[in-house]
């Protein structure tokens, strides 16, 4: 389902308003037959390719995903364990949070625009408009002004009435760097504990004239004992689930 209601929402960034039937085509393989328009067929399923190509990119932006990957980064460079966690271990619950949060968006897509499409209730343009209404809706909430207006104005658009009359080619782009924006604001916070480490560890050994030590041997395993006394993970996972709050 959530793929599914993932695959919309590409389709209506990348076509907008003109998305048809020819971006989620039927494709029919017989033998021995001609097409009718062949040239169709062909279009409709390259169209279809890039969507499929193009839809991961596009919907890590438009989901809550983009700011709790790299909290979790800064979480790691914080620590200095430089490959612990691995990519693959960060990457999977920023994965998971997020259809977590996305969760309520999600499910409303699929109710308001997949399920009315795949009951044949809607047309496919229809569905692709109705898609975009709650992740329009999620995104402006999370969007600060000043990004908004940045796109708009460089766009020369009009104030609009409502969030549904922003174009995604718009809102999109102002999402990310807002996320970005508070995702950087999340890090310096978590850096702050661990520099004061780094710094005592620093001082100290230079006092005790150690100076070929290096102090990231020492810091190390304090930064990891007190991340792990203080319920790090559990602390950073809260506060970006909490960022996201209505």
């Known amino acids: 389902m959530w793929l599914a209601a993932f695959l919309l929402m590409a389709s209506i ?3 907008g308003d003109q998305a048809s039937a020819a ?13 009718e328009e062949p040239n169709t067929s062909a279009l409709s399923l390259l169209l279809l ?11 890590v932006l438009m989901t809550s995903f983009t700011r709790i990957v790299v909290v979790l980064g800064f979480v790691r460079m914080s620590l200095g364990t430089q490959t612990s966690p691995p990519n693959q271990v960060i990457i999977g619950l920023a994965l998971f949070l997020t259809l977590f949060i996305m969760a309520p968006t999600l499910s409303e ?22 898609a975009a209404v709650p992740m329009k809706e999620f995104m402006a909430k999370h969007t600060r002004e000043k990004d908004l207006l940045l ?8 104030r609009p009435a409502s969030v549904e009359d922003i ?4 809102l999109v782009p102002a999402f990310a760097i807002s996320e970005l924006k508070t995702a950087f604001q999340m890090g310096f916070m978590i850096f702050i504990p661990f520099l004061i480490i780094d710094m005592i560890v620093s001082s100290t050994l230079m006092a005790m004239g150690m100076m070929m030590l290096p102090p990231m041997m020492i810091s190390l395993p304090f930064k990891i004992l ?17 960022s996201f709050n209505p």
């Open 23 to 35: 971006v989620l085509p039927n494709i029919d393989i017989s033998i021995g037959g001609e097409s």
């Open 151 to 158: 796109f708009m104005r460089y766009a020369q658009m009009e």
């Open 226 to 242: 007190l991340f792990v006394l203080v319920d790090g993970w559990y602390l950073v996972v809260k506060s970006a689930l909490l």
């Open 13 to 15: 960034f990348l076509f």
């Open 167 to 170: 174009p995604l080619t718009v």
């Open 109 to 130: 897509v699929n109710s308001t625009a997949l399920q009315p499409y795949l009951r044949g209730e809607m047309t496919q343009t229809e569905a692709l408009e109705a």
């Open 49 to 59: 390719i890039t969507v499929l190509s193009i839809a991961p990119a596009i919907l």
